[in-house]
């Protein structure tokens, strides 16, 4: 049961993670046929309408979107297990929230913060 409960989150943390708030990428195709560039522009296109980034912001959250896509891509290509893949992809993701930080004002941090939680309770009922 705690294995399980753990795999769950596990594919959780690791959907939320490959998403980073790209619903569109999740509609039409899988992680693996995109590019890191159109992960990259899905996030920031997301990010800008429920964040809304000034023109600053949306320059520096583009090039830190690609930067973690293209370090994501390797790892989401290649043929480490789940739990391999997903140790690797949460650590780039909480080093990626970090400078995210510094990037977004408090108020548009807190609210990437809710929203991606709520993405994960999202995930957790509908794996229910």
């Known amino acids: 049961m ?9 594919l959780i ?12 990428a999740a509609q039409s195709k899988s992680l693996k046929d995109s ?5 990259a522009k899905m996030q ?4 800008k309408t429920k964040l809304a980034l000034n023109s600053t912001q949306i320059q520096q959250v583009y090039d830190l979107n690609l930067e973690y896509a293209r370090k994501n891509d390797p790892i989401l290509q290649g043929n480490d297990g789940k739990l391999a893949k997903f140790k690797k992809l949460k650590a780039l993701q909480k080093e990626k929230s970090s400078v995210l930080s ?3 004002n408090e108020e548009q941090y807190k609210k990437y913060q809710e ?4 993405l994960v309770q999202n995930f957790k009922n509908k794996r229910k």
């Open 2 to 10: 705690i294995l399980k409960t753990r795999k769950q989150i596990c």
């Open 13 to 24: 943390v690791t959907a939320v993670t490959c998403m980073a708030f790209t619903p569109l």
């Open 35 to 39: 590019t890191p560039e159109q992960r």
């Open 44 to 47: 920031t296109e997301w990010m």
């Open 102 to 104: 510094k990037v977004l």
């Open 115 to 118: 929203i991606k939680d709520q």
